[in-house]
């Protein structure tokens, strides 16, 4: 299973519908992670392994990518607002001692500005996630990796209670949402740029603040 379907659609955005197959589906997909996130619970710090050991399940990753294409059949304003919801474990994860307000921003801006993509400019976006797939294998496999890490960490919240738990998984979405974000950044210049310049970016400028300097970004 390719993970180019991983990467064009909301991951975050699993929600239950009034059809019981979908909620049977539903229901599947959740059977299937709980081994992931129950690693992630234990050793949050090798989040990117396990990450990297789900998007190899082809099984598991068929089911992510059914689940999300009945997700993208809802409504774009009710999804925009299911991710802004997200904001609501800001305060959980202040208890545990660790901030991760900007971790929630840059997540949540990387899954607005691609489901603005999917609903108004899908084909062009296709495009390019498809250039970026099978001409920079390396870092479209990154980009998996950190983004599916990102995923697991915020399914994973909703397992434990437990602060020091809490604590290590909010250290894990700071240290991945700044890699995140530079993804985020250069999706948007590939929709517009070559692939030759982004390909210079991406190789030279390893942080959000230098990749926004480059493309003269506020």
Not at 33 to 56: F, S, T
Not at 128 to 150: H, Q
Not at 156 to 171: F, P, Q, V, Y
């Amino acid at each position: 299973m390719s993970t180019i379907s991983l990467a064009t659609v909301p991951s975050s955005t699993i929600v239950t519908r009034d059809s019981s197959a979908y909620i049977s589906l539903h229901i599947k997909l959740l059977e299937r992670l709980k081994p992931y996130l129950d690693n992630i619970l234990e050793k949050p710090v090798h989040v990117e392994v396990i990450a990297e050991n789900l998007l190899k399940d082809q099984y598991t990753m068929y089911l992510i990518y059914l689940v999300n294409q009945e997700v993208l059949k809802l409504p774009e304003d009710l999804l925009l607002k299911i991710l802004r919801s997200l904001y609501i474990i800001v305060d959980i994860f202040k208890e545990a001692g660790v901030n991760v307000e900007e971790a929630l921003d840059i997540f949540i801006e990387h899954e607005t500005w691609k489901l603005k993509q999917i609903f108004k400019n899908y084909g062009k976006f296709a495009g390019m996630i498809f250039d970026f797939f099978t001409k920079y294998p390396e870092d479209a496999n990154r980009y998996a990796i950190v983004y599916m890490s990102v995923f697991l960490l915020l399914l994973a919240t909703n397992m434990t209670n437990e602060l020091d738990k809490l604590k290590a998984i909010g250290e894990e979405l700071n240290r991945l949402s700044e890699e995140l974000e530079t993804y985020t950044l250069t999706f948007m210049l590939a929709m517009d740029e070559s692939f030759e310049r982004e390909s210079n970016i991406v190789a030279t400028a390893k942080t959000p603040e230098e990749l926004r300097r480059v493309l003269e970004i506020d």
